[in-house]
Each structure stands twice: as structure tokens, then as C-alpha cells.
């Protein structure tokens, strides 16, 4: 059997191989913040109606995707605790099974698009908002396969290490969505102006292209020649169930998280116009920290998945706490410029709008947001990679659990009684949201260094090695 060249060699678990495995997500996290703050920016300039319809009906639509997503997207553990048993076959087996189950499950997806709809109607946003919510959310929903799809075939890259063949298909699929977004919100290059709609339609046909070309490479003769890619493209249902039974928790809990965070979104629209389209920007504007935590969340559970799967639970947990530390220092910068040039980020989203708010408005409130938000990245590092790390481990029943709890017994009662009793503002929701992120943050922590995710078993045992027939040991004495 051919094997790949061997990766760089480090300390194993220490920061140089932290940052091997993990740049290459973060570069690709961070150039889906530019598409997504592109895309934000360019609606910005179209329209105000646009940029407070964006975000309630995006993040809407993601909340029902990301169940299917990171199910599909737990194949990742997988991948990488095969590979650290040195099982090439079982990191294309559990790719299959993940692939299988994103298009088994885009019916349950497309059901969920009469929900939403109802939850964006019952959320007492202004008729002309509402009108463009319904069309983004409907589009990104209907497309939404596309997402489960991809998570499954990158967990086969990403789960071995190769994050930077992931990386480039990523920025590829990104730069796509950047042109086809600017062609068909303002109706350049001979396109129909299409505003919100042109957005989504190119969200979802720029989804397609990241996916393709890792099917390209996956199925490709370097890998089957070594992983018989080709060959194991079959459902496995004990395999499918295994990865089912791992992964649906880690689904429902990106569902639960999201979910109120979305009621979140929604409830700020009550507050008026000028509060949704300052929360909806500052977002856009975190998502320059947030999104490249994931990028070391994906690292940090796919190198406690590879260590777990060699044995090794010492290993892993010196790679997720350097993992952790990596992020804070990150965000640590980021979090800077957030305080010291709150300005330059607001000024991106009011260019060219007409009838907007103008910078001196949404800064009123914005920079102390921002503030918020520089102090919140420091908790999420934690909060984000700790999971991971978790995940990675198979501790997905823990993870639900806890972030269930925190979320719909915390966050949620907090921020309605905030709003609807005692009348409080943005400000006042958000400091809330902050300390409920600071509580997922040190209950992660507390169950990691508890130690019990190193006795969880994700990946089945190895057969034991045949019985020694008579006289072998003889014959391999005399050779």
C-alpha cells in the first residue's frame, strides 16, 4: 500500500503543531469572514432594508442547516482517530457514511422552510424587512445541501491534518461567492439587479464549488490508491448508525446554541431599527474574531481525535489547552482593534447606503458593543475550543447537555426579561449574552480537565491479531 510523504515533524501536542494543522483552517475561516462581511457590506450599499434583513433570516436559515451540518461534520473525529489508528480505510469509510447521510437528510432540511418562515413572521420585524427576510431565508434554506455536503468531504482532509488542500478549495469557493455576489446584488456584467435574492442565489451556487473540488481530489487516484476512496462509497449502517449516535448530539447542540441565538436576533428587532442594524454590523464585524475560532476548534478536535485514537490522552490534552491558548492570543489583537478603531470597522457598512444611518448614529451605541465584543472573543476562545477539543474526544453528550442548560435555562429567560419586563436595551442584552458565554467557557474548561472524555470509545476496537499457528514462532526463530 503507497503511503503520503510524512508531515513536518513536531513536538507532538506542542504550539508548532497546533499552528500546522490550524493556520490553514483559520486562513480559510477568515477568508469566509471577508466573503461574509463582503456580502454584508455590499447589502449595506444597496440597501438599509438589506442589512437588517440579512442577518435575522441568515443566521434563521443556518440554525435549521447546522444540525445536518456538523452531524455530517463529526466524521471529522472520525477520520482522525482511524487515522491516528492507522486504519486508511476507516477515514474513507466514515467519509462515505457522511456523505450519505447530508443528502438522506436535505428532505428533513427543506421540511423545516414553513417554520421558519412562521418565526420570522412572528417576530414583529417592520413589513418591508419581513418581505426580504422570507426571500433570503427561503433561498439559503431550499440550497442548503450544500453545506452538510461539504462539512462531510472536508472531514476526510481535515480529520488526517491536510487542512491546507481544504483551505485552498475553501478560498475558491469564496472568491466565487464575492463576484457572483456583486453581480447579482447590483446587477453588473449584463445580470438583473437582484438585491437580497442575487445574494443568496450566489451563496448557494458558490456553495457547490468548495465541495466540488474535494470530491475532484477524493476521489482522485492519489487518494484511492491509499484510502480506496472508489471503493468504499457504500452505506455501512453500523458504521452510519455509529457516526449517527456521536454525531447527532454534536448536531443538536450547534442547534441549540444557534436557536437561541437566533431568538437572540429576532428579539433585537423589537428594539427598533436603528438597534437591529447596529447589532446585525457589530456580528458582521465579530465575525472577523469568531469565525477563525473555528478554524482552531476543527484543529483541536481533530488532534485529540488523532491522539485519542493512537492511545495517547496525555498528548491530547496538551494539544486542546495549547490550542485554547493560540486562540485568546488571537483574539487578544483583534479584540484591540475593535476598541481602538471602532470607526473604521461601522464606516465599511454606511459608504454608499442612502437613507441609512450615518456613522456618528450607529457609533453612539456600536463602539461600546464593540467594546463587549473584545472581551467576549477572550470567552469564546475558550468556550469554542474547549468544545471542540471535547467533541473531538466523543464527549458529545456532555456538550449538549451543558450548553442546553446554560442556553435555554441562562441566556434566553435572561434576555427576555431584560426586554420585555424591565425594558432594557441593546447594551443591557448583550452584557447578558457575554456572561453566558463566559459560563460555556468555564464549564468546558472544568469538564476537560476532569479527564472523563479519555475513557470514551469512539471508534470500534481493532480485531485481534490471528492466532499463532503451531510452530510459527519456530519458523520465525530460524528466519
Known sequence: MKREPDQPRHTPGGYREVIHIAWPLVVSMGSFTLMQFVDRMFLAWHSPISIQAALPAGILSF???CTFMALCGYANTFVAQYHGAGDPEGCSRSTAQAVWLSFLTWPMLLATIPLGLWLLRVSNHPPEVLAEERIYFIILTAGGLTVPLNAAVSSFFTGRGETRTNMLATMAGNLVNIVLDYMLIFGQWGAPELGIKGAAIATVIAGLVTPGILFALYFSRRYDAVYHTRTHIRTEWPLMLRLIRFGLPSGF?????????????????????????VSNMALSINS??????IGLSIASATLVGQYQGRGDSETAARAAIRSVLVGVGYVGIIGLTFILFPRMYFSAFTLRAEGGFSVDELLVTGRWLLVLMAIWGIMDAGNV??????????????????SSLLAWGLMVPGVLLIVLVFG???LSM?????????????????????????????????PPPPAARPGAEALATCD
Not at 450 to 461: C, R, Y
Open 63 to 65: 440554525t435549521f442547516i
Open 253 to 277: 447542540n450547534m442547534l441549540v446554541e444557534i436557536a437561541s441565538f437566533t431568538l437572540f436576533i429576532l428579539i433585537t428587532g423589537r428594539l427598533g431599527t436603528l438597534s437591529l442594524a
Open 288 to 293: 472577523v474574531a469568531f469565525l477563525p475560532l
Open 385 to 402: 475550543i474547549f468544545a471542540g477539543a471535547l467533541k473531538g474526544a466523543g464527549d458529545t453528550r456532555f456538550v449538549l447537555l451543558f
Open 424 to 426: 432594557g436595551g441593546l
Open 430 to 462: 448583550w452584557t447578558w449574552a457575554l456572561l453566558y458565554v463566559g459560563a460555556l467557557a468555564l464549564g468546558y474548561y472544568l469538564r476537560f480537565r476532569s479527564g472523563k472524555w479519555k475513557t470514551i470509545q469512539v471508534i470500534e476496537s481493532p
